[in-house]
T-cell receptor
Framework: GAVVSQHPSRVICKSGTSVKIECRSL??????MFWYRQFPKQSLMLMAT?????????EQGVEKDKFLINHASLTLSTLTVTSAHPEDSSFYIC????????????FGPGTRLTVT | DAKTTQPTSMDCAEGRAANLPCNHS???????VYWYRQIHSQGPQYIIH???NNETNEMASLIITEDRKSSTLILPHATLRDTAVYYC??????????????FGKGTHLIIQP
């Protein structure tokens, strides 16, 4: 159990376009989902916390108007990278926690974004 | 959350036990020790967590010292598929996973055939 999926797994887009990444909890309801970014040879960095039905909370230095997060249901959160630039090329990973359980988080497989 | 210190990399022979240390000397009484790992180009995977007692599951064992200032993750019979970066994370008492995780640099464990 506790499976999180992401779609797409890999995307290439042109500079200036927008890309949407979906994160789904397949067998549980997630009131909170998280978005991370990982640049090559670096560790994961938390970008934002997404709560179902409310606005996301962004970490310092993350532009909320550039990285739009929507958490419309208990099983789906989306991250839209708007007006993407080559420096946005990264590995984007979501995770979800199960409310009331022991605090471990379950991660999606990640989305590799390349902006040309 | 308390800071953790881990070796940058470790090697282990296939079939042997892999022992990964983590120092967390500033850990607070209500903070748990969590271990995750990330295989190359995949999302992190939860391994195990504990407060003060030793813990064991199907993946690994977690040994926490009595003063809780350090811990060791043990993979009892390492396989090539255990090659990954292992992260030790200390965080406050679980509250339904409501907080994002702070990842350090972790330990790159390389299992040698």
């Amino acid at each position: 159990g506790a499976v999180v999926s992401q779609h797409p797994s890999r995307v290439i887009c042109k500079s200036g376009t927008s890309v949407k990444i979906e994160c789904r909890s397949l067998d549980f309801q997630a009131t909170t989902m998280f978005w991370y970014r990982q640049f090559p040879k670096q560790s994961l960095m938390l970008m934002a916390t997404s709560n179902e039905g409310s606005k996301a909370t962004y970490e310092q230095g993350v532009e909320k108007d550039k990285f739009l997060i929507n958490h419309a249901s208990l099983t789906l959160s989306t991250l839209t990278v708007t007006s993407a630039h080559p420096e946005d090329s990264s590995f984007y990973i979501c995770s979800a926690g199960i409310a009331g359980v022991s605090g471990e988080q379950y991660f999606g497989p990640g989305t590799r974004l390349t902006v040309t | 959350d308390a800071k953790t210190t881990q070796p940058t990399s470790m090697d282990c022979a296939e079939g042997r036990a892999a022992n990964l240390p983590c120092n967390h000397s500033t850990i607070s009484g209500n903070e748990y020790v969590y271990w995750y790992r990330q295989i190359h180009s995949q999302g992190p995977q939860y391994i195990i967590h504990g407060l003060k007692n030793n813990e064991t599951n199907e993946m690994a064992s977690l040994i926490i010292t009595e003063d809780r200032k350090s811990s060791t993750l043990i993979l009892p019979h390492a396989t090539l598929r255990d090659t990954a970066v292992y992260y030790c994370i200390v965080r406050v008492a679980p509250g339904g996973g409501a907080d994002g995780l702070t990842f350090g640099k972790g330990t790159h464990l390389i299992i040698q055939p």
